[in-house]
């Protein structure tokens, strides 16, 4: 299933960790605070329990949202297409 994970940190270190976390699972990142992938259940039940221990105690909001093909297909993007490498430096 189609997996996005937004999530909104304040510290530097953990939002990092957060990123390469996601990415080390094979999750997309799509802008600066959201990463999204295909996942299975048990995949998807993994990066819930890593991220859960990664934010522990920290001031985060970590938001994961399972999305069928045809909710996904119905997403509007409005703007300029941005796209990230390895680095997260931004690629326009």
Do not use: H
Not at 3 to 30: Q, W
Not at 64 to 84: C, H, M, N, W
Request: net charge positive; proline share 2%; hydrophobic share 40%.
């Amino acid at each position: 299933m189609i997996t996005l994970v937004i999530y909104d940190i304040t510290e530097d270190d953990v939002r990092l960790r957060v990123a390469k976390f996601l990415r080390s699972k094979g999750l997309t990142r799509i802008q600066k605070s959201a990463f999204i992938g295909n996942l299975t259940v048990s995949q998807r039940k993994d990066v819930e329990n890593g991220l859960s221990n990664l934010i522990f105690g920290k001031k985060a909001n970590v938001q994961i949202f399972p999305l069928t093909p045809a909710s996904y297909s119905q997403r509007v993007v409005l703007g300029v297409e941005v796209k990230y490498d390895e680095q997260d430096r931004l690629i326009v």
